[in-house]
């Protein structure tokens, strides 16, 4: 069966002398990896077409009994080329690919999660900011959107509104500080309310979120622990690590 839809590339590998297998996140279909015979003879463009972050319209053949389909056509849709010019963009892109990668199953399309991972790399390839607020926008929806939700406003113990909060590691909830008292992972009132704000926003709002430099790297240790403890797989992201080296 041919299929045809739009994909984000999540990685690529060679394969033989000349071909390439690529990981790729379908709109249509999930998670699917491709051969893509010949791609990289000389001359042939498929190879820069999918490499990671790029955003792509795909065809191939798909058979149930094969684990990787073959490649029939792929075109251009959006090519990333400022986000690898950027070192502290193309680390925050490569998390989000390698997230879904990693939290996702084969096969089993979410067109949701497609639409916000690759909102989320279109918008970074558009701005001339960090990428940062656009990352913590990606993985608080994330959250949102795989059914964990965190409450922002209220204690996960109490139930009483919450103005300063400690993740619980025991049930991954935020709590005050009535309830819970020893925790790394806080969040002071400005931090707090930023999420809040964040929360009520679109993609093409949150640029106009500032917050102080000083408080960044609280909002990220909060977000990236929170989805954490709650997605599984998220332990086979090894791409974090270049987040913690770039916060030390």
């Not at 029939?72 to 950027?86: L, M, N, P």
């Amino acid at each position: 069966m041919l299929i045809e839809t739009r994909a984000l590339v999540l990685k690529s590998f060679p394969y033989s002398d000349t071909s390439l297998i690529s990981r790729i996140y379908t709109e249509d279909r999930g998670k699917v990896s491709v051969l893509a015979k010949g791609a990289r003879r000389m001359k042939n463009n498929v190879a820069a077409l999918l490499e990671p972050l790029n955003i792509v319209d795909i065809s191939y053949y798909d058979k149930e009994s094969r684990g990787i389909q073959t490649l029939k056509e792929v075109s251009a849709q959006t090519i990333v080329s400022r986000i690898r010019e950027d070192y502290d963009k193309l680390t925050l892109a490569l998390v989000v690919s390698d997230i879904l990668d990693h939290t996702t199953h084969e096969h089993d399309p979410n067109p949701i999660l497609y639409r916000l991972a690759t909102r989320t790399i279109i918008e970074m390839e558009a701005t001339t900011e960090s990428g940062r607020t656009l990352f913590w926008f990606f993985l608080l929806q994330l959250a949102i959107r795989t059914g964990f939700k965190p409450n922002l406003h209220q204690c996960g113990r109490c139930n009483e509104p919450i103005k300063n909060g400690i993740l619980d590691r025991t049930s991954g909830a935020l709590c005050c500080h009535r309830c819970l008292s020893d925790g790394d992972i806080r969040l002071n009132s400005e931090q707090l309310t930023y999420l809040q704000t964040m929360n009520e926003y679109h993609i093409d709002q949150v640029g106009n979120l500032h917050i102080q430099d000083e408080l960044t790297e609280g909002i990220s240790r909060f977000l990236l622990s929170f989805v954490s403890y709650h997605l599984e797989g998220m332990e086979k992201v090894k791409s974090l690590k270049l987040i913690e080296q770039h916060n030390k």
